[in-house]
């Protein structure tokens, strides 16, 4: 039998939308770090906030945890019809589980800012990329161009930052990697934010959130991967 491209298309979305259903079920929760989101006290109270949005479309969706939470996106941009899905502590279990909430928005790109909490909630690299690729291959089954943004370093301002940094270089290497074997875009924000593998004093608050500094040249990059795309 001879499948067209698009019947080909339909068919990979429906095993990526198969894998996440059972991945958000119990077959692959069994694990303390699948479960964490769940001790987040943020996380329940914005889940339910984003399920009573009335917005039905957007073409751009924010999907992390905290940083992306501090950004006014459709203010930075200055663009309507842009949507921050962000949660304070976030990992990317819990991104997976409420990847719904992005999906029914229709986006034509979804942002994803990831891999810092799950780094120091001390899962193994490996782990974090695995599960991150799962998060990326999902939001493509579901025709949404997932934008990798680099796991952004830490400043020695925050806890066991030496350490931490390296796990994030690691993380990156294999993102920048996976991204390129598939033509996807990786936005490498620790070129501009960062030096010698560690976040610039003056782009951070406390050593991992980000000044409006930070945000301003943050909110350029991505101004960058907007226009390739013709917007």
Not at 67 to 93: A, C, H, K, M
Not at 149 to 163: D, G, M
């Amino acid at each position: 039998m001879i499948f067209t491209a698009k019947a080909r298309r339909r068919k990979e979305n429906l095993f990526y939308i198969i894998v996440v259903f059972l991945y958000t079920g119990t077959l692959f929760s069994q694990t303390d770090y699948d479960s964490l989101y769940l001790k987040n006290p943020q996380y329940k109270n914005l889940t339910a906030l984003y399920d009573l949005s009335k917005i039905e479309k957007a073409d751009i969706v924010f999907l992390g945890n905290s940083i992306t939470f501090g950004g006014n996106w459709s203010e930075l941009l200055g663009r309507e019809r842009v949507v921050n899905r962000g949660i304070g502590s976030d990992n990317i279990p819990g991104m997976l589980q409420r990847l719904s909430q992005v999906a029914r928005l229709n986006p034509k790109l979804c942002f994803i800012m990831a891999g810092i909490n799950d780094l120091y909630q001390d899962v193994p690299v490996d782990t974090v990329f695995k599960r991150y690729v799962l998060l990326v291959d999902s939001l493509r089954a579901y025709d949404i161009i997932p934008i990798l943004q680099s796991t952004l370093h830490v400043n020695p301002k925050w806890k066991r930052a030496e350490v931490k940094n390296l796990e994030v270089a690691k993380l990156n290497r294999l993102l920048q990697k996976y991204a390129t074997d598939r033509s996807l875009v990786f936005l490498d924000l620790n070129s501009v934010l960062s030096e010698n593998g560690v976040l610039k004093n003056e782009y951070t608050t406390d050593g991992v959130h980000l000044t409006a500094a930070a945000y301003q040249i943050w909110r350029d990059q991505i101004d960058l991967v907007v226009k390739k795309y013709g917007w």
